[in-house]
C-alpha cells in the first residue's frame, strides 16, 4: 500500500497569536468551501504559546499540530521549558527534535537530543527528527558519515517499539532557508542509504515503514518533484509554509 505523504510546516519563530490562529481558521475554510482535495496528512508546528488554541482549533479536522521542541528531562526546576507531560496535557501528539537551529543557536548536541527523543516517546508523543549535513561535509564527501553518526548516537539507540514513533527529516544544512535545493539526484540517494542503515539496524519491516521527509526550501514550484522521489514520504517545510496561498499550493501540489 501506497504511504501518505506528510507535509510538516515547521513556522520556526513566526506568526503571533493573530496570525497564527486566522492562518489556521482560513486555511480549514478555504479547504471546506473550496473542497480543495489532497491525499497528505498535515502537520503544523506553530510556536509553544500557541499549541493549545492552535490544536483547539483544528480539532476533528485534517490538520494535526506539532510542537517545535521540547525539554529533554521530564519536569522540575528547569527555567523557561516546556516538558513532553505539558505537551501531551494539551493534546499534542508530535514534536520536532533535532533541528539544525537547535544545534547553531542553541548548541544543542546529539545527547540531549536523544534525551528529547526518549522523553517524548515515553509520553506517546511522535517525534519529526532533523539529520543534515553542512555544505562542507559534502564538499569533502563526509556527508553518508555525518548522517550515519547523527543516528547512531541518537534514534539507533531507540527500541524497535520506539522507532515506531520516529520519523526522520533529512535537511542538509546548505539547503535550509538558503534557497538551494538538493538536487532529486542527492535527495534520493540519502534516502536509501537512510533507509538502508534501518534496514540493518531493525530490518524490513521498519526500514519500509519508517517515514523519511525532505526538508530544505521546498516551495510549490518545486514540491511535486521532491515528493516524487520513491524514498521520499512527505517535506518539511519552513520559509514556504507561512503564507496561506503558497501553503495551499503546496498541499495541493
Ligand atoms: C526548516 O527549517 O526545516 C526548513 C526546511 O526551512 P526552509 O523550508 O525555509 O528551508
Redesign the pocket.
Known amino acids: 500500500m501506497m504511504k501518505k505523504k506528510i507535509i510538516v510546516a ?1 513556522w ?1 519563530m513566526n506568526h503571533d497569536f493573530y496570525e497564527t490562529t486566522s492562518f489556521l481558521r482560513n486555511i480549514l475554510k478555504i479547504v471546506f468551501e473550496k473542497k480543495i482535495e489532497h491525499n497528505k496528512k498535515i502537520i503544523i508546528a506553530p510556536s509553544y504559546p500557541f499549541l493549545h488554541i492552535s490544536n483547539q482549533i483544528v480539532q476533528g479536522t485534517f490538520i494535526n499540530i506539532a510542537s517545535q521542541n521540547v525539554c529533554c528531562m521530564e519536569h522540575g526546576a528547569y527555567t523557561g521549558e516546556v516538558s513532553a507531560i505539558m505537551l501531551k496535557s494539551i493534546g499534542i501528539r508530535s514534536v520536532i527534535v533535532g ?1 539544525s ?1 537547535r544545534k547553531k543557536y542553541f548548541f544543542e548536541k546529539e545527547s540531549i537530543f536523544l534525551k528529547k527523543i526518549k522523553v517524548s516517546i515515553k509520553h506517546n508523543i511522535y517525534v519529526i527528527f532533523c539529520v543534515g549535513e553542512t555544505l562542507d561535509d559534502r564538499k569533502k564527501n563526509k556527508h553518508f558519515s555525518v548522517i550515519k553518526n547523527q543516528l547512531y548516537e541518537t534514534v539507533f539507540n531507540c527500541t524497535e517499539k520506539e522507532i515506531s514513533y520516529l520519523c526522520i527529516a533529512y ?1 542538509p544544512i546548505w ?3 538558503t534557497g538551494k535545493n538538493a538536487t532529486n539526484e542527492q535527495i534520493q540517494i540519502m534516502h536509501k542509504f537512510i533507509r538502508s542503515l534501518f534496514f540493518k539496524k531493525y530490518g524490513s519491516y521498519v526500514a519500509n515503514n519508517i517515514y523519511i521527509l525532505y ?4 516551495n510549490h514550484t518545486n514540491v511535486k518533484r521532491i515528493l516524487y522521489e520513491k524514498d521520499v514520504d512527505g517535506g ?5 509554509s507561512l503564507k496561506l496561498d503558497n501553503f495551499l499550493k503546496i498541499i495541493n501540489s
Open positions: 515547521n520556526k533541528h537551529e535537511e539547503a535550509i532557508g526538508g530544505g526550501s521546498i518539511l517545510i519552513g520559509n514556504s
